[in-house]
């Protein structure tokens, strides 16, 4: 099983990133929640976006309204848009896929960085 996640980089608050997590070597991904975490230099790591098998999906307050998760099950791939980024969204964003029953975390990528500049 693999996650590889993408589209990370620098931007100035205010902007935008669009995250990318592409799964391969499992053949029912569809039967997973995914989620997005990060975790910031010096603090703990957290869950930004959860996105379940049904497409119901949960948002950490700090992120509601100004990013989206969504899934293509077709291709295996998670996306998160980040809009209105501000400097506390910097942090590695980390993707994983999993049963509900590990909080969608029972496999997770490398990380991606995304560091928001003011």
């Known amino acids: 099983v693999q996650l590889v996640e993408s589209g990370g980089g620098s931007v100035q608050a205010g902007g935008s990133l669009r995250l990318s997590c592409a799964a391969s070597g499992y053949a029912a991904y569809s039967v997973y929640c995914r989620a997005w975490f990060r975790q910031a230099t010096g603090k703990e790591r957290e869950v930004v976006a959860r996105i379940y098998s049904d497409g119901r999906t949960h948002y950490a307050d700090s992120v509601q309204g100004r990013f989206a998760v969504s899934r293509v099950d077709a291709n295996n791939t998670l996306y998160l848009q980040m809009d209105h980024l501000k400097p506390e969204d910097t942090a590695m964003y980390f993707c994983?896929?999993?049963?509900?029953?590990?909080?969608?975390?029972?496999?997770w990528g490398q990380g991606t960085q995304v560091t928001v500049s003011s």
């Open positions: 994983t896929a999993g049963p509900e029953v590990s909080g969608c975390s029972g496999y």
